[in-house]
């Protein structure tokens, strides 16, 4: 029934930044599962990514538990992001382009993290420094989405996919020669969907040829 063939490993996992991120969402058999849905895992997840440094997390770790009101608004902006992703993902795709509403939210979350370099004069003299329109989250979350601007912009657009799948759509960058795939992972989505039509072939065939 299996081929060995398909128990290859899949070729090396793109590591955008966006796809990590839009995947922080995780689909088992259609059951989500939020892997950053708390502050805390939040700001992990930033600073395993390079996003905040570890004072940064730390200072937004204690800010954000001081204000739970405030900590909620700030999931909030990266959940927008994240279902932002998937569903240019999902548009994508289906063979289309995002659409100009997407892409004008995607330049609204990339305003958001501006920051401008700047040399300060002082009366102990002269000090340079970055200056940010938002803050620490609002940059590290410009940053998820530039990453996304830039494939769309320079990559092979085409080529972001979501999973087959229905209960995974895990997003992914299809890099395969003939950008004809369907699964994020052969193994496990791709064999899923193979096993299934086997099964519905075999309960097809009549019951007299069933018993040989
Ligand atoms: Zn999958």
């Known amino acids: 029934?299996?081929?060995?063939?398909?128990?290859?490993?899949?070729?090396?996992?793109?590591?955008?930044?966006?796809v990590t991120f839009a995947n922080t969402l995780a689909y088992t058999r259609g059951v989500a599962s939020d892997l950053v849905?708390?502050?805390?895992?939040?700001?992990?997840?930033?600073?395993?990514?390079?996003?905040?440094?570890?004072r940064g997390r730390?200072?937004?770790a204690q800010r954000l538990l001081r204000d739970p009101a405030e900590a909620q608004r700030r999931l909030d902006r990266f959940r927008y992001l994240r279902a932002l992703v998937h569903a240019i993902?999902?548009?994508v795709n289906d063979g289309h382009r995002?659409?100009?509403?997407?892409?004008?939210d995607l330049n609204h979350i990339l305003r958001h993290g501006l920051h401008f370099h700047q040399l300060v004069s002082e009366a102990q003299g002269t000090r340079?420094?970055?200056a940010q329109v938002g803050d620490h989250l609002d940059q590290a979350r410009a940053t998820i989405a530039s990453s996304?601007?830039?494939?769309?912009?320079?990559?092979?657009?085409?080529?972001?996919?979501?999973c087959a799948n229905e209960g995974c759509r895990e997003v992914f960058i299809d890099r395969?020669?003939?950008?004809r795939r369907r699964w994020c992972d052969m193994r496990t989505c791709g064999n899923r969907a193979k096993v299934a039509r086997h099964r519905s072939r075999t309960r097809t065939l009549p019951a007299r040829a069933a018993r040989h």
């Open 37 to 54: 849905a708390e502050p805390e895992a939040l700001l992990g997840w930033l600073k395993e990514n390079g996003l905040i440094s570890e």
């Open 148 to 162: 996304l601007a830039n494939f769309l912009a320079q990559d092979d657009p085409h080529r972001l996919r979501t």
């Open 98 to 104: 995002p659409t100009r509403e997407q892409i004008r």
């Open 58 to 60: 730390a200072m937004e």
């Open 89 to 91: 993902a999902e548009r």
């Open 128 to 130: 340079y420094s970055v």
């Open 176 to 179: 395969s020669p003939t950008g």
């Open 1 to 18: 029934m299996m081929n060995t063939q398909d128990l290859l490993p899949e070729p090396p996992q793109s590591d955008e930044l966006f």
